[in-house]
């Protein structure tokens, strides 16, 4: 029967930790002084080296350069150590003899180590990465308390133990000790480029591995495991749990690496780990410092150097933490100078006196000025009129506030004025002090004069639509002038009170066509103090006759205190007849138009009201909108123009309206307050 086990690297975890728990089992079950005990141990020993060589030789034929060739180096070092204890059991447990020291299982096991550091050196070599200071202080660190411990508590007892003489077995020992450290060397340099180089899971555990490797020897060569017998119990499973541990790094190099892992939350915990290791191992070395009773000593020296070695690293790691944030101002700066200099809007810089400090290519474009021009300068190109409006502005930038898309006029460096659209926004310290002013400036020309031509296009729509009206109110008196005429031609003398009804009669035409004109005539935009009241009596006499025709009465609530508001009349009295002209054909079997009129602080508001009717409810949100109309022959530009009208002016236009009832216009505009020139 066929077990249904899989191999992955769970089931060889778990054969690893059984082989070890049997290990462990036996070791502790026998004296290590008698012959059964040493027979066991070194078949353990032995058949453990030989799985590992064996899952490496396996596992590294099916793998592509150049990790292949890291893993025969690997198998090789491995190979070497299950020929080291398999010559160990052969002497000790087949021969029933000493093993030799120097002899022929210390040659391979220094062979096994010599592959295992080539091997860590090829896979450093042949991996690219950024080259940092910051690992070789931490390596060094760790290196030099490794090298002061072994010197004071191996190195040192041996060379008591042998009476100061240089033996063979000395020597044998002192070459372990140094490939030791050479491996350890190897190891921490591989670990601390870990992340830059492909298979890191399979790597962790041959340094895991190899670390346990150099922990084990350390205590086999020292003089305390000499003296207990009990000690090689515990570090011989050691060895071999090294071996596999290797060996099943080599078994997971072949499993394609995870992409949907996470390899933020490793590299910050091998970061931690990497900060960690160096002052443990300080730590470690000052409580043995403090324990031990000599003054002056290897550990002392070491502990000294450490420091030494910390202190520069924290040095070098200011001095890279410097370079990189340097280098981010640096790259922020062309970033921001790049976007500055090629963005198509106007930009400039000035302090809090006014002097400009920083512009940018578009400024030049537009304005004329360049930057030797202008930079340290005041830019003086606000008309007077507008001077105080800007003073405003400037406040409220003080205040830490932004204005955004402020439509205004500018002079250009030969006195032309251009339409611009400005944001200005403060620019802050540290202490989160407005320290100057950023202006970003749009030319805004060429939307102007397409606004302009709409609204003239509009304003001959609404002159031919109220010449009928005009042609009827100027017929009545001009009627009555022509019967004055004809019984003057009969002979018959025109009394005064007659000559003062003709007068009268021709200053109304008069007045009439006057009205007329300024609706009809082109002017150009000029924003001033304008009174609602004046316009709207105006517009009253243009619509009377129509209102007259369509019996419709239109009534203006009585005069009150009202403010002027900063306006272009002209532009005003186009909406206000487009709004009267709407209720009027909403209305046609007549009806009443009322207009109000109400005041605060802040704003002026003209309601109209008609009988009219009314609008849905859906298409209330849409009104003008290009095109949209609910009249025969309309066009929706009437109310789109108007909307804009008001825009322009800082104001708002809503709508109320309900079906069979009527319809409700309000418009509200600023009231700004100007200085009296």
Request: aromatic content about 10%; some cysteine.
């Amino acid at each position: 029967m066929q077990l249904p086990l899989k191999l992955d690297a769970r089931t060889y975890s778990t054969a690893i930790a059984l082989y070890m728990i049997a290990f462990y089992v036996w070791n502790f079950s026998f004296d290590p002084t008698s012959r059964i005990w040493s027979i066991g141990c070194n078949a353990f020993s032995t058949m453990g080296s030989l799985t590992a060589a064996v899952w490496l030789v396996v596992g590294s034929r099916n793998l592509a350069q150049p990790d292949r060739r890291f893993w025969l180096l690997v198998a090789f070092g491995s190979c070497c150590y299950f020929g080291g204890d398999a010559t160990w059991f052969l002497i000790q447990v087949a021969l029933v003899s000493k093993v030799p020291s120097p002899g022929l299982p210390d040659v391979l096991y220094l062979l096994s180590t010599l592959a295992y550091i080539l091997a860590i050196g090829y896979k450093i070599v042949t991996r690219r990465f950024e080259f940092r200071l910051a690992p070789l202080f931490d390596i060094a660190i760790m290196m030099t308390v490794a090298i002061s411990l072994s010197r004071e508590f191996i190195v040192k007892p041996i060379f008591l133990q042998d009476g100061n003489t240089f033996t063979p077995s000395v020597l044998i020992s002192l070459i372990y000790i140094t490939s030791d450290l050479v491996l350890l060397f190897g190891a921490l340099a591989l670990y601390w480029v870990l992340d830059r180089i492909h298979g890191k899971q399979s790597l962790l555990y041959i340094i895991f591995g190899m670390a346990l490797q150099i922990a084990a020897d350390s205590v086999y060569y020292s003089p305390f495991a000499n003296s207990n017998e009990w000690v090689y119990a515990v570090i011989d499973p050691l060895y071999t749990l090294s071996l596999l541990l290797i060996s099943l790094g080599g078994y997971v190099s072949r499993i394609p690496e995870s992409k949907n892992g996470t390899p933020q939350i490793c590299n910050n915990r091998n970061e931690a780990v990497r900060m960690a290791l160096p002052y443990t191992m300080i730590v470690m070395m000052l409580i043995i410092l403090l324990l031990q009773q000599e003054r002056v000593s290897i550990v002392m020296w070491g502990f000294a150097s450490s420091i030494l070695l910390i202190v520069l690293r924290q040095f070098n790691s200011y001095r890279f933490k410097l370079k990189v944030a340097s280098e981010e101002v640096r790259s922020i700066r062309n970033y921001l100078d790049s976007f500055v200099n090629h963005t198509l809007d106007a930009i400039h810089v000035t302090d809090q006196h006014g002097n400009v400090l920083r512009i940018n290519h578009a400024f030049e474009e537009l304005y004329g000025w360049r930057a030797a021009e202008i930079l340290g300068k005041p830019l003086n190109n606000i008309p007077d009129s507008l001077r105080e409006e800007y003073e405003n502005i400037l406040r409220a930038v003080r205040r830490n506030e932004s204005v955004p898309d402020y439509e205004t006029v500018r002079y250009t460096k030969s006195g032309t004025l251009v339409d611009v659209s400005i944001t200005t926004t403060p620019i802050l310290d540290d202490k989160d002090e407005v320290v100057a002013t950023a202006s970003i400036t749009r030319n805004i020309s060429a939307r102007k004069k397409s606004e302009e031509a709409l609204l003239q296009s509009e304003k001959l729509s609404v002159i031919g639509q109220l010449a009928a009206g005009v042609a009827y109110e100027i017929r009545n008196p001009l009627t009555t002038l022509k019967g004055f005429i004809q019984l003057q031609q009969r002979g018959i003398i025109i009394s005064d009170p007659n000559l003062s009804l003709m007068l009268a009669e021709l200053d109304r035409i008069n007045l009439i066509v006057s009205e007329f004109l300024v609706l009809a005539k082109p002017q150009a935009t000029d924003f001033r103090m304008v009174n609602i009241q004046a316009i709207l009596a105006e517009i009253d006499v243009l619509l009377q006759p129509q209102a007259i025709m369509q019996n419709i009465q239109i009534s203006i609530a009585p005069p009150v205190a009202i403010p002027s508001v900063y306006g272009e009349s002209n532009q005003l009295k186009q909406v206000f007849i487009n709004i009267l002209k709407n209720a009027m054909e909403a209305m046609p079997c007549g009806g009443n138009v009322c207009i109000e009129l109400r005041a605060d602080s802040s704003c002026l508001l003209i309601r109209f009201s008609d009988q009219g009717c009314g609008i849905p409810q859906e298409s209330i949100t849409q009104l003008g909108d290009p095109f949209f109309t609910n009249k025969e022959n309309g066009t929706g530009l009437g109310l789109m123009v108007s909307k804009q009208i008001i825009a322009n002016h800082k104001g708002s236009i809503t709508f109320d309206s309900t079906l069979g009832e009527g319809t409700t216009v309000d418009i509200r505009l600023p009231i700004i307050q100007l200085p009296s020139n």
